[in-house]
């Protein structure tokens, strides 16, 4: 049974871009191209500061988005959650490539989980799946045990 289900898509990224260019007004670039976490083949091979500053967008992304959603210090002690990307093509994805990192750090940074070792985030299932009309990521987490 899932305890918790978030939903990242287009429309939320567009509300998302409205709070970060208030914060952010001499920006002109959107933070975030797509609903899914970059493939790792991509942020592997960027330069350390690239990298860093990916890392920063998703993780300030993730503890807005907890925010939003009302479930940040939610401390989550124990779970098991599930990732599922759907991409708008049919364009082959390797789904270890979708391995949510940074993602999960948002999730820690926003309180919503203690952490994400083995200790607290018990089980991470990955799969992808194929939406032309509402590419997104949806986040399902299960078991979830709090203080």
Request: with cysteine.
């Amino acid at each position: 049974m899932i305890d918790i289900k978030f939903i990242i898509d287009d429309a939320l990224l567009s509300e998302y871009e409205k709070h970060y260019f208030y914060l952010h007004p001499k920006a002109r670039k959107k933070p975030l191209d797509t609903p899914h976490h970059p493939s790792i083949n991509k942020w592997f091979i960027m330069k350390r500061p690239m990298m860093n500053a990916l890392k920063q967008k998703l993780k300030d992304f993730m503890v807005w988005f907890i925010k939003y959603n009302g479930y940040e210090n939610l401390n989550i002690q124990e779970c098991d959650m599930e990732f599922i990307a759907y991409f708008k093509t049919k364009i082959r994805h390797d789904v270890d490539n979708t391995v949510p990192k940074f993602f999960l750090d948002g999730l820690v940074e926003s309180g919503f989980i203690a952490d994400d070792d083995s200790n607290h985030l018990k089980s991470l299932v990955l799969k992808c799946g194929y939406d032309k009309n509402r590419p997104r990521t949806e986040i399902l987490v299960y078991n979830v045990k709090t203080n």
